[in-house]
């Protein structure tokens, strides 16, 4: 497999070829200073406008989270997916075993824990098969990579936040979660 990126040209809020005027754009900012819960304001900071103390000079980088998944297909090609439990974002589609690093977590380590998890697999997570944003919830940006894996051990059953898992043909996938799953799964059709 080679090494892919997406790219998402669909203009955000807050991107550089958005106007963000700082009103509610992005669901989820900071409103108050998480040091000495004054108010935040809108200031000039690196050239946008960031929510910032005026009584402690606090300012709130907002940052995307990372996510991590691991790619798994079997010997027939068949691509490796779980669907999306009641409760979890966009819940009864299907998606690409993934999910949040957890502050500290190395990013193979993170993906392999995700893995097991949702699938009850165990994997040696190899190389970067993707990276792209996430805008699927505008309240929680994330950057997501995808692994490539070779299962070593476990069984196969869904677990935490998956309904079911199966192995799908790339011509025959059920409907798909998130749009960066789909893009990168078209670019194993190329």
């Given at each position: 497999?080679?090494s892919h990126s997406a790219t998402n040209h669909t203009p955000r809020p807050g991107?550089?070829?958005?106007?963000?005027?700082?009103?509610?754009?992005?669901?989820?900012?900071?409103?108050?200073?998480?040091?000495?819960?004054?108010?935040?304001?809108?200031?000039?900071?690196?050239?946008?406008?960031?929510?910032?103390?005026?009584?402690?000079?606090?300012?709130?980088?907002?940052?995307?989270?990372?996510?991590?998944?691991?790619?798994?297909?079997?010997?027939?090609?068949?691509?490796?997916?779980?669907?999306?439990?009641?409760?979890?974002?966009?819940?009864?589609?299907?998606?690409?075993?993934?999910?949040?690093?957890?502050?500290?977590?190395?990013?193979?380590?993170?993906?392999?824990?995700?893995?097991?998890?949702?699938?009850?697999?165990?994997?040696?997570?190899?190389?970067?098969?993707?990276?792209?944003t996430n805008f699927h919830d505008p309240a929680k940006v994330t950057v997501g990579?995808?692994?490539?894996?070779?299962?070593?051990?476990?069984?196969?059953?869904?677990?935490?936040?998956?309904?079911?898992?199966?192995?799908?043909?790339?011509?025959?996938?059920?409907?798909?979660?998130?749009?960066?799953?789909?893009?990168?799964?078209?670019?194993?059709?190329?």
């Amino acid at each position: 497999m080679g090494s892919h990126s997406a790219t998402n040209h669909t203009p955000r809020p807050g991107d550089s070829t958005s106007a963000h005027d700082g009103h509610g754009a992005w669901p989820g900012e900071f409103r108050f200073c998480p040091h000495c819960a004054t108010e935040l304001v809108k200031r000039q900071v690196g050239g946008k406008l960031r929510n910032a103390c005026p009584s402690c000079e606090f300012v709130h980088f907002r940052n995307p989270g990372v996510g991590a998944a691991v790619v798994v297909r079997d010997q027939a090609g068949r691509i490796l997916l779980v669907k999306r439990a009641p409760g979890a974002t966009q819940a009864g589609k299907w998606s690409i075993p993934a999910g949040y690093l957890d502050y500290g977590e190395e990013v193979r380590a993170g993906a392999a824990r995700e893995l097991l998890e949702e699938t009850g697999l165990v994997a040696d997570v190899d190389e970067v098969v993707w990276v792209a944003t996430n805008f699927h919830d505008p309240a929680k940006v994330t950057v997501g990579i995808w692994f490539a894996g070779t299962v070593t051990g476990g069984e196969l059953i869904a677990g935490d936040d998956a309904e079911a898992v199966g192995w799908f043909a790339l011509d025959a996938l059920p409907m798909l979660a998130f749009d960066t799953d789909e893009a990168y799964i078209a670019s194993l059709q190329e």
